[in-house]
């Protein structure tokens, strides 16, 4: 459970850490836009070497931005793997063949491609977090979301269940941790590697950890109550949000690493080198 980093802030001083939070929710949202373009093994290690960049300039350390990847490696190899061995293509002959099962080179470049796209998508939030606390997503969301206030929708009330959220992901692990010692005190085994052996042994986990949830959120429904919480209206802020050069200059630059994929993508001016990147 400790490879778990969504929701742990790592402090630094970094260009990306000082970031407007705003501008850092809109790049994400055009950096998961982007990793769906990318179609060819060039445009993914295009994208993937700026996002190499973006980790060195965070100064986050590299090995705690991979930990988030651990947590959908098995999701990655079992999907990879399946869509090897059920990718069909009529237009070429198979590598290997074994009954229903059949081999495509083609397969295999797909598949490759799927596993890449899936952790591209896992690792820029993962840098996200690392770099932004929940607080300053939080005022981020709220304030990109603030012409819905107009439609009377509650962004306040949104916003701030998702900061919630991320801050109770790091107590949460904590607690599973310390359940999961206990059971292992009594005799419980988790590396057992008989699936349904490790199911049977994660109910004791489940259910207190369950437990302490709905303990933790009643308390602090408590605490918002006895402080006078009342909504977002009339409420300030301690820090106010504000952006600078280097966070237009950011949003450009990743606008610029947009249409170059798209260009990869579509090869608008018809040049032939560009065809032959589209592998």
Same mark, same amino acid.
């Given at each position: 459970?400790?490879?778990?980093?969504?929701?742990?802030?790592?402090?630094?001083?970094?260009?990306?850490?000082?970031?407007?939070?705003?501008?850092?929710?809109?790049?994400?949202?055009?950096?998961?836009?982007?990793?769906?373009?990318?179609?060819?093994?060039?445009?993914?290690?295009?994208?993937?070497?700026?996002?190499?960049?973006?980790?060195?300039?965070?100064?986050?350390?590299?090995?705690?931005?991979?930990?988030?990847?651990?947590?959908?490696?098995?999701?990655?190899?079992?999907?990879?793997?399946?869509?090897?061995?059920?990718?069909?293509?009529?237009?070429?002959?198979?590598?290997?063949?074994?009954?229903?099962?059949?081999?495509?080179?083609?397969?295999?470049?797909?598949?490759?491609?799927?596993?890449?796209?899936?952790? $591209?998508? %896992? /690792?820029? @939030?993962?840098?996200?977090?690392?770099?932004?606390?929940?607080?300053? =997503?939080? +005022?981020?969301?709220? #304030?990109?979301?603030?012409?819905?206030?107009?439609?009377?929708?509650?962004?306040?009330?949104?916003?701030?269940?998702?900061?919630?959220?991320?801050?109770?992901?790091?107590?949460?692990?904590?607690?599973?941790?310390?359940?999961?010692?206990?059971?292992?005190?009594?005799?419980?085994?988790?590396?057992?590697?008989?699936?349904?052996?490790?199911?049977?042994?994660? $109910?004791? %986990? /489940?259910? @207190?950890?369950?437990?302490?949830?709905?303990?933790?959120?009643?308390? =602090?429904? +408590?605490?918002?109550? #006895?402080?006078?919480?009342?909504?977002?209206?009339?409420?300030?802020?301690?820090?106010?949000?504000?952006?600078?050069?280097?966070?237009?200059?950011?949003?450009?630059?990743?606008?610029?690493?947009?249409?170059?994929?798209?260009?990869?993508?579509?090869?608008?001016?018809?040049?032939?080198?560009?065809?032959?990147?589209?592998?």
């Amino acid at each position: 459970m400790r490879d778990v980093t969504i929701g742990q802030y790592y402090p630094a001083n970094s260009i990306v850490h000082r970031a407007d939070p705003r501008f850092k929710l809109v790049i994400m949202l055009l950096y998961m836009v982007m990793v769906f373009f990318c179609e060819s093994f060039f445009s993914f290690g295009f994208l993937s070497l700026f996002v190499v960049i973006t980790i060195i300039i965070s100064r986050v350390p590299p090995l705690k931005v991979l930990k988030g990847l651990r947590m959908i490696l098995i999701v990655v190899l079992i999907t990879t793997v399946l869509m090897t061995v059920f990718y069909s293509d009529a237009d070429s002959e198979p590598l290997a063949e074994w009954g229903i099962f059949h081999i495509y080179l083609s397969g295999i470049y797909a598949s490759i491609k799927l596993a890449w796209r899936l952790l $591209l998508l %896992v /690792l820029m @939030p993962t840098v996200l977090t690392l770099t932004s606390t929940p607080t300053e =997503l939080c +005022d981020g969301l709220e #304030s990109l979301m603030f012409p819905l206030k107009k439609m009377h929708f509650p962004v306040h009330e949104l916003a701030l269940i998702m900061s919630m959220a991320l801050r109770l992901i790091p107590t949460l692990i904590e607690e599973t941790d310390k359940i999961m010692n206990a059971q292992k005190a009594r005799g419980a085994q988790f590396e057992s590697r008989n699936p349904f052996k490790k199911i049977k042994a994660m $109910l004791p %986990v /489940l259910i @207190p950890l369950f437990v302490s949830s709905f303990r933790r959120a009643d308390d =602090l429904a +408590d605490a918002m109550d #006895s402080r006078c919480y009342r909504g977002a209206k009339g409420r300030t802020r301690m820090k106010q949000l504000h952006c600078h050069v280097g966070d237009f200059i950011a949003l450009f630059a990743w606008c610029a690493i947009f249409v170059c994929l798209l260009f990869l993508k579509y090869n608008w001016f018809g040049w032939g080198f560009i065809a032959l990147l589209g592998l």
